[in-house]
């Protein structure tokens, strides 16, 4: 996981379109311009304007060696994941405050899209989706333990569609799976 302590990186992310777009290419992998902006339902002119906005950040990077000729152009997510420190400015935290809020908005959009659709799915994938909530009374010690637990947990699957992704491997019954989950103290 690459750690972002660039004000100007994390501001390239709070575009709504550009937070789709990170995303999907986190889902998707290598992919063409053409193929995002069909996605997106975008004009390529569009989707490669925000293109270059998050190359210019490192959060893109091209993979030339997939096109087939000079026209084509195919791009892939520089990272396989980011967490953000050291921004603790007046301005930083307003900027986190954006990013976080649409990065919570996506989530909840996916799981919306998903649960609209799901019963699409083959009924073997409908039996192995699922989620999940807790109620648990944790110290603060206890909630960082838990949250490196699940870390670890996550890593090696993590690892695996990682090198999944950057082989452009395709095994035949194989799908983006999102996983969220959060957990923070409130109030009861």
């Known amino acids: 996981m690459q750690q972002i302590d660039d004000l100007d990186v994390l501001k390239v992310l709070t575009s709504r379109f550009r937070m789709k777009l990170f995303s999907l290419l986190f889902r998707i992998g290598p ?8 996605r997106m339902d975008a004009d390529p002119g569009q989707v490669s304007y925000h293109l270059r906005r998050m190359q210019k950040h490192g959060l893109i990077e091209d993979v030339p060696e997939l096109a087939r000729d000079s026209r084509e152009r195919w791009v892939r997510a520089s990272m396989g994941g980011f967490a953000v420190v050291n921004l603790e400015t007046p301005e930083a935290r307003a900027v986190v405050r954006e990013w976080n809020s649409q ?11 998903f649960e609209r659709t799901h019963m699409t799915l083959p009924k073997e994938w ?14 603060q010690d206890e909630l960082a333990q838990l949250a490196d637990q699940l870390n ?37």
């Open 103 to 113: 990065w919570v908005i996506d989530q909840f959009e996916r799981l919306r899209d």
């Open 126 to 139: 409908q039996d192995a989706s699922f989620g999940s909530s807790r109620h648990l009374r944790l110290t």
């Open 152 to 188: 670890a947990v996550l890593e090696p699957w993590r690892e695996l569609t990682k090198s999944r992704v950057e082989s452009s491997e395709a095994l035949p019954d194989t799908r983006a799976v999102f996983l969220f989950y959060h957990a923070f103290p409130e109030e009861p």
């Open 31 to 38: 992919v063409t311009v053409s193929e995002l902006a069909r």
